[in-house]
């Protein structure tokens, strides 16, 4: 048995080396705290496997130039925070309707504006699902440990080239600055999806249709031959511009459900003593770790609680949470925010159970001490 | 009958274009086509990048790798496709808004960069999509929707800008010369760097009309009479140039281009 290739590591170190492990080849950036590191490693870490970084005079610029080279055919992906994650939104919605794969990552810090620079919050949830204009769907990932900062990078770049869709790495501050062990899996343990090229030649290819079978289109890129174009207006399966209104109907139709269509495919979530819980506390990423430590403390004075954790933020885990709240005597949301996945939570099983929220935004953690209480004065 | 060069490098399909009657956007469209032809590059090797305006529709009509990206983002956009493939000659049309306003900040970047690509203005001097608000080259005193008692902004002399900025190549040219428009788009291509070629284009509908300026004939008569050649320009007494738009090849430098420098750091390893 080869020997474990056991590391102490950075939460925005993992999320590098979980894109390199994924395949990224291009990434382009902009400094903000607290999620430089990402950009400083791969500047350090990518041409040395032939990738390229390059740091660009802004955020929108940054969104751009990874639509630009994802489309000649590189793997890539930016970092933010919450104030560039604004700027980004500009982009989201061109790689949404073009459909092209990249990894935005936005380690997010107290808003709004230029808010709490280095202290954590969970406060863009909402702007992830919706900040960009338009109806559209989205996926969005939310990791809880540096462990799986490193697997759910890899996991945002498979669905990415998947789904043919832009993927929102959320992370929290307090993550990606704390070091963890972390066993780097082999090359070969590592699941890899590429985008799909075209089965056909060139002279057949039409860039934005589906084939018997597929979710997406089958994806060029630039310089193959193919000579394809690519429009953030509403375009046919040619690629070309329409204003028809069944086209348009269509394609906004298809781009929303190829995401929630396979939300059992994109849904990953974590079920932490949820078997016998009458006290259910939904949470996610770091705010996630209070409310184990929480819910092992209830358990010892004999309160059965449990958490139902979402890795996957958007699209949201819809059946399991309804399942949840035909069982749970109560749900609590509980979030570094004033209640925004509360509201997701709220809508689906308020109808089923009583759906609770506690959060707050001071730039603190919320301890498991806090938790206890709020579940405890019911 | 269309020429070789509309069977050969337009999708013919999608036919007729948008653009007014009058419109200078196809003379310089034309002129591209006539330079990649001119330099035999093959189609598939040929990157255009648009932004957003009346230029940027361009990419759609030509049978090259071509995006229509956001507004002011296409030297954004293509920075990152001249990285990702260093082997395609990426060529960004935009207009004087979508560059000079809010792409203004991407083009001095690119030009810093001295990244190997070739950008050509179609200055217009208005925003013409939109339907005709006054834009950053709108001379001033002149007037725009937005503008309606004379624009009070100075104009910006974009050749300046991408020079001061690094631009290894600048020129410029306009829609009555057409021949000095292909010369220098092949000699921006040619070029190892951010080439930068701002065309002087008539927007007859938006600018020309409000303006008073006559049709597309009297506006092109006009550029023909209020320019004059670099090489003429040089040679007269200070007091003797008066306030003609010089036109021709205004700059060239040398410096190490952007992704040939990315790559000595790649063999470095």
Not at chain 1, 21 to 40: D, L
Not at chain 2, 62 to 76: E, K, P, Q, S, Y
Request: with cysteine; hydrophobic share 35%; net charge negative.
């Amino acid at each position: 048995m080869a020997e474990k290739n056991i590391k102490l590591m950075q939460g925005n170190e993992a999320c590098v080396e979980g894109a390199i492990a994924a395949g990224m080849k291009f990434y382009a950036g902009y400094p903000i705290t607290p999620s430089t590191e990402i950009a400083e490693l791969s500047a350090t870490k990518l041409p040395k496997i032939g990738g390229k970084f390059i740091q660009m005079e802004d955020e929108i610029a940054s969104i751009s130039a990874i639509i630009g080279a994802s489309l000649a055919g590189l793997k890539s992906m930016t970092a933010t925070s919450g104030p560039g994650f604004s700027l980004k939104q500009e982009g989201l919605g061109y790689a949404i309707i073009s459909e092209v794969p990249c990894v935005i990552v936005n380690v997010q810090r107290g808003g709004p504006s230029t808010g709490l620079p280095t202290s954590p919050a969970q406060g863009d949830i909402m702007q992830a699902r919706w900040g960009t204009h338009g109806d559209h769907s989205i996926i969005a990932l939310y990791p809880s440990t540096v462990k799986e900062i490193y697997t759910t990078t890899i996991r945002a770049f498979n669905l990415a080239e998947k789904y043919r869709t832009p993927v929102i790495l959320l992370m929290d501050e307090v993550i990606a600055h704390m070091r963890e062990k972390i066993e780097i899996p082999d090359g070969d343990e590592v699941e890899i999806y590429n985008r799909k090229k075209p089965s056909v030649g060139p002279e057949k290819y039409l860039p934005y249709e589906i084939k018997e079978g597929d979710i997406v289109p089958e994806m060029a890129s630039f310089g193959e031959g193919y000579r394809f174009h690519v429009t953030g207006l509403v375009h046919n399966e040619t690629g070309f511009p329409t204003s028809n209104p069944d086209l348009s109907e269509n394609l906004v139709n298809r781009l929303f459900n190829k995401i929630e269509d396979n939300v059992e495919d994109i849904v990953e979530y974590e079920e932490y003593m949820l078997e016998d819980a009458e006290e259910v506390i939904v949470a996610y990423g770091a705010t996630a770790r209070s409310v184990k430590s929480a819910i092992e403390s209830l358990r010892a004075e004999g309160i059965k609680a449990g958490m139902f954790r979402p890795i996957t933020i958007w699209p949201v885990a819809e059946k399991q949470i309804e399942d949840i709240g035909k069982k749970a005597k109560r749900i609590s949301v509980i979030e570094m925010n004033m209640g925004q996945y509360y509201s997701v939570i709220d809508r689906i099983a308020s109808k089923y159970t009583s759906v609770d929220r506690y959060g707050r935004v001071n730039g603190e953690l919320i301890t498991p001490e806090e938790i206890i209480s709020f579940i405890k004065e019911g | 009958m269309p020429s070789e060069l509309v069977d050969k490098y337009f999708r013919t399909e999608f036919l007729p274009h948008i653009w007014c009657p009058g419109c200078g956007n196809g003379i310089v469209t034309r002129a591209i086509v006539k330079a990649i032809d001119n330099l035999e590059l093959n189609q598939d090797d040929v990157c255009i990048v648009s932004g957003i305006g009346c230029s940027s529709r361009a990419s759609g009509y030509l049978d090259f790798n071509t995006i229509h990206t956001t507004h002011g983002r296409a030297l954004a956009f293509a920075t990152g496709i001249k990285l990702a493939n260093p082997n395609l000659h990426v060529i960004v049309i935009t207009g004087d808004g979508d560059c000079a306003a809010i792409g203004g900040n991407h083009l001095i970047h690119a030009a810093r960069r001295n990244i190997d690509i070739t950008t050509i203005v179609f200055n217009n001097n208005i925003y013409g999509m939109t339907g005709g608000q006054y834009s950053p080259t709108t001379p001033t005193g002149d007037k725009g929707t937005t503008a309606p008692y004379g624009n009070i902004d100075a104009n910006f002399d974009l050749c300046n800008l991408a020079q001061a900025a690094g631009a290894t190549y600048v020129s410029r040219s306009t829609v009555h010369g057409a021949n000095m428009i292909i010369k220098q788009i092949e000699n921006g291509i040619k070029n190892k760097g951010f080439s930068f070629i701002e065309t002087i284009t008539v927007c007859p509908t938006y600018y020309g009309r409000r303006n008073k300026k006559g049709d597309a004939v009297d506006m092109i008569d006009y550029l023909k009479g209020n320019t004059i050649n670099k090489s003429a320009y040089d040679k007269l007494s200070e007091e003797d140039r008066g306030d003609k738009l010089v036109v021709g090849e205004l700059y060239r430098g040398e410096r190490p281009e952007y992704v040939e420098s990315y790559d000595k750091i790649i063999k470095s390893f």
